[in-house]
C-alpha cells in the first residue's frame, strides 16, 4: 500500500488560508463528532480536529460533538441524527463509529481517523489507499513489524507472547495477525485472547497473564478503556507489557512504538477544511498516515520489572 504522509502547516499560515480561501464569511459549517469511546488518544484526536477546523475558519464552525461510551450500538443512533440535522461533515472517530457512519449516509462527507486500517473496517475488496465514495480520513496504523521487533529488542530470552484484544473491533485482529505471524518468525510462541467486551475482560486477561511471557495490546479501544484492570491484573504476575499505543502504556505498558493521536487529529481537520473550504473531492482523497513513531517507556514500570531500555526511548510522561 502506498501511504500518503501530512505535514502540519503552523497556525499562521492557516489563518492566512482562511482569508484567503475561505469564502465568504456569513457562511457557517456544521461538523457531526461520533466518538467510540472516552479514552486519552481518541479524545487527543477529536482535540485535533477541532482545533485545526477552528483555527482555519473560527466561528465559521460549530461542532456537534457526541460519544457512544464504548457502545458499538450507539453510534448508529448518533450518526443517523447528524444525517438527519443535514450536518456539513461527519467525523468517525475509531472504527465503530466509521462503519455506522458509512451505513447511514452515501451522500454527507464523512472522515475517519483512528482507524487502524480502512480496507478492514468497510470490507473493502483490493484497498489501494483510497476508500471512495464519501469517505476519505487518517489512520492510526504503527510498523507492526517494528513492534513485534520491539518485542525482540527488550525481551529476547522471552519465549511466549499472549496478544490480548477484543474480538468485536476488526483492525484488532488484524493487528493481532500481522503481529503475530512476524513474532512467530522470530521465534517466539504466539496465542490470542480476545474478550468480547468489557464485560468478559477480566478473565480473559488473567487466563492470559498466567499463560504469558509477555502481552501484546494492539490499537484497541476496549482495552485502552480498561488499561488499570489489565494492569493490575498482570501485574501480579509481573508479565510486561508492550502496547500498540502511548495511552495504554502509560497506565500498565512497558513500551510502545507510537503516534502523536492530536497530530493525527489535526491532520484530518486539514483535511476536513479541503473539502468544505477548497472544495477538494473527497472520492479522489488518499488515506493519510502519520509521518513519525516514536519508541516511548514506561519508566516506573521497566523499574520495578527490571526491563532494560535502550538509549533511543523516550520516556512518557507520568499521567
Not at 52 to 57: D, N, V
Request: glycine letters at 8%.
Amino acid at each position: 500500500m502506498k501511504k500518503q504522509f501530512w505535514t502540519l502547516l503552523p497556525a499562521a499560515a492557516l489563518l492566512a488560508g482562511s482569508l484567503g480561501m475561505a469564502g465568504s464569511a456569513e457562511e457557517t459549517y456544521t461538523i457531526g463528532i461520533c466518538q467510540f469511546v472516552q479514552h486519552e488518544a481518541l479524545d487527543a484526536a477529536t482535540q485535533g480536529f477541532k482545533d485545526a477546523l477552528t483555527e482555519r475558519l473560527g466561528d465559521q464552525v460549530t461542532f456537534d460533538e457526541q460519544n457512544a461510551q464504548g457502545d458499538a450500538y450507539t453510534c448508529p443512533t448518533i450518526v443517523n441524527g447528524f444525517v438527519s440535522a443535514g450536518v456539513d461533515l461527519i467525523l468517525a472517530n475509531a472504527t465503530p463509529a466509521l462503519q455506522a457512519a458509512a451505513t447511514a449516509t452515501g451522500e454527507i462527507p464523512i472522515l475517519g481517523t483512528s482507524v487502524t486500517e480502512y480496507g478492514v473496517a468497510l470490507d473493502l475488496d483490493d484497498f489501494d489507499g483510497v476508500a471512495g465514495g464519501n469517505i476519505s480520513g487518517t489512520s492510526d496504523l504503527a510498523p507492526l513489524e517494528e513492534q513485534a521487533a520491539m518485542i525482540e529488542t527488550l525481551f529476547p530470552d522471552k519465549e511466549s507472547v499472549g496478544l490480548l484484544y477484543c474480538s468485536a473491533e476488526p483492525n484488532s485482529q488484524y493487528q493481532v495477525d500481522v503481529v503475530t505471524e512476524e513474532l512467530e518468525a522470530r521465534g517466539y510462541t504466539c496465542k490470542s485472547y480476545s474478550f468480547s467486551d468489557s464485560n468478559d475482560i477480566s478473565s480473559v486477561v488473567t487466563t492470559a497473564a498466567s499463560e504469558s511471557d509477555v502481552i501484546y495490546i494492539p490499537t484497541d479501544n476496549t482495552a485502552a478503556s480498561n488499561a488499570e484492570l489489565i494492569g493490575n491484573i498482570c501485574g501480579t504476575e509481573d508479565v510486561p507489557i508492550i502496547t500498540g499505543e502511548e495511552g495504554p502504556c502509560k497506565i500498565c505498558g512497558t513500551a510502545t512504538l507510537s503516534i502523536s493521536y492530536y497530530d493525527l487529529g489535526y491532520a484530518t481537520g486539514e483535511m476536513a477544511a479541503r473539502i468544505l473550504v477548497d472544495g477538494e473531492d473527497i472520492s479522489q482523497m488518499p488515506i493519510e498516515y502519520a509521518p513519525a513513531f516514536t519508541k516511548k517507556y514506561n519508566k516506573e514500570i521497566c523499574e520495578r520489572l527490571g526491563v532494560e531500555i535502550p538509549d533511543d526511548y523516550v520516556e512518557l510522561e507520568a499521567e
